[in-house]
Nanobody, 115 residues
C-alpha cells in the first residue's frame, strides 16, 4: 500500500516562500493525476492544485500565479512551490490523487504564514 509523506512546511512571514514535497513509498504511477489539498482550522479540506500525468496543471483562483505544482515520476514525488505567501494560506497541506482518492491521507505538513 502506498504511503504519502508530506514535508517542507514551516513558519514564514507574509510574502515569503516555501517548497512542499510529497514522497510516495511506492509507485504512484504516472497515470495518476496528483493534487495538493489544504485544510485550515474550522474549514473543510480543499483542493489547491492538480497535475496530470502529462504535466497539465490546474489551480484554484486563490493561488493562481503564486503556487506551482510539479511532479517527478521517477522519484515518486510531487512538489508545491508556494511564493508570495499570505496569512490566509495558513493550513495543513496534504497530497493525494484527485477524487476519487486512491491512497490514504498522510500526516500533512503545517504551513503558517504570519502577517
Amino acid at each position: 500500500q502506498v504511503q504519502l509523506v508530506e514535508s517542507g512546511g514551516g513558519l514564514v512571514q507574509a510574502g515569503g516562500a516555501l517548497r512542499l514535497s510529497c514522497a510516495a513509498s511506492g509507485n504512484i504511477r504516472s497515470s495518476n493525476t496528483m493534487a495538493w489539498y489544504r485544510q485550515a482550522p474550522g474549514n473543510q479540506r480543499e483542493l489547491v492544485a492538480g497535475i496530470t500525468s502529462g504535466g497539465r496543471t490546474n489551480y484554484v483562483d486563490a493561488v493562481k500565479g503564486r503556487f506551482t505544482i510539479s511532479r517527478d515520476n521517477a522519484k515518486n514525488t510531487v512538489y508545491l512551490q508556494m511564493n508570495s505567501l499570505k496569512p490566509e494560506d495558513t493550513a495543513v497541506y496534504y497530497c493525494n490523487t484527485i477524487l476519487p482518492l486512491k491512497y490514504a491521507w498522510g500526516q500533512g505538513t503545517q504551513v503558517t504564514v504570519s502577517s
